[in-house]
């Protein structure tokens, strides 16, 4: 099985920071890796996909790049909307989530 | 806009069995794989199990084979989970999604219900 994690696990910050989420797979995974936001009480929305195609609707300040086991999610100037967790998916081998970076007020 | 509405979560027994229902909208669901994805309390998202769009396909995590079986009906745009010998770990959100292929087939959801909560407590 894929295992999946994230770092950090938590970050504060403030509104208009630059926030880097990092993903590791346990083994290489191509292109298959997408990443969700959540907030409390809420279903997970779909930012990206493919690693780095912006989901249709998504702010152009999210962004995501990587290759083979890591990969990051980048938001460029962080909107008080954006505060959130934050998951990565592996859809190479079955399907595994990454265990969440929570994303709150500094 | 995509409508996935979930249904049939509640208070069951360990041992005891539940159908989760799915009911979708405002898309052709005969053409999309769907999923359950479930969420324990304050716990991160676990994928459950896949169908294809014409049901022939079907895929479980391990800890759900044997117990769960997903479903689908394409004239009532439906999509079920039947979950039987139900276990205190099965507690969660549960999740109705579509399923998309993008670029590289990478399979993501881009489309959520609201979710529906099953408990499992005697």
């Known amino acids: 099985d894929i295992q999946m994690t994230q770092s950090p696990a938590s970050l504060s910050a403030s509104v208009g920071d630059r926030v880097t989420i990092t993903c590791r797979a346990s083994q290489s995974i191509p292109s298959h890796l997408s990443w969700y936001q959540q907030k409390p009480g809420k279903a997970p929305d779909l930012l990206i996909y493919?690693?780095?195609t912006l989901q249709s609707g998504v702010p152009s300040r999210f962004s995501g790049s990587g290759s083979g086991t890591h990969f990051t999610l980048t938001i460029t100037s962080l909107q008080p909307e954006d505060f959130a967790t934050y998951y990565c998916q592996q859809s190479y081998s079955s399907f595994t989530f990454g265990p969440g970076t929570k994303v709150d007020i500094k | 806009e995509v409508q996935l509405v979930e249904s049939g979560g509640g208070l069951v027994q360990p041992g005891g069995s539940l159908r989760l229902s799915c009911a979708a909208s405002?898309?052709?669901?005969?053409?999309?794989?769907m999923s359950w994805v479930r969420q324990a309390p304050g716990k991160g998202l676990e994928w459950v199990a896949n169908i294809k769009q014409d049901g022939s396909e079907k895929y479980y995590v391990d800890s759900v084979k044997g117990r769960f079986t997903i479903s689908r009906d394409n004239a009532k745009n439906s999509l079920f989970l039947q979950m039987n010998s139900l276990r205190a770990e099965d507690t969660a959100v549960y999740y109705c999604?579509?399923?998309?292929?993008?670029?590289?087939?990478?399979?993501?959801?881009?489309?959520w219900g609201q979710g529906t909560r099953v408990t499992v407590s005697s």
């Open positions: 999604a579509r399923g998309v292929y993008g670029s590289g087939s990478c399979f993501s959801w881009d489309s």
């Open positions: 405002r898309f052709t669901f005969s053409r999309y794989w």
């Open positions: 493919s690693v780095s």
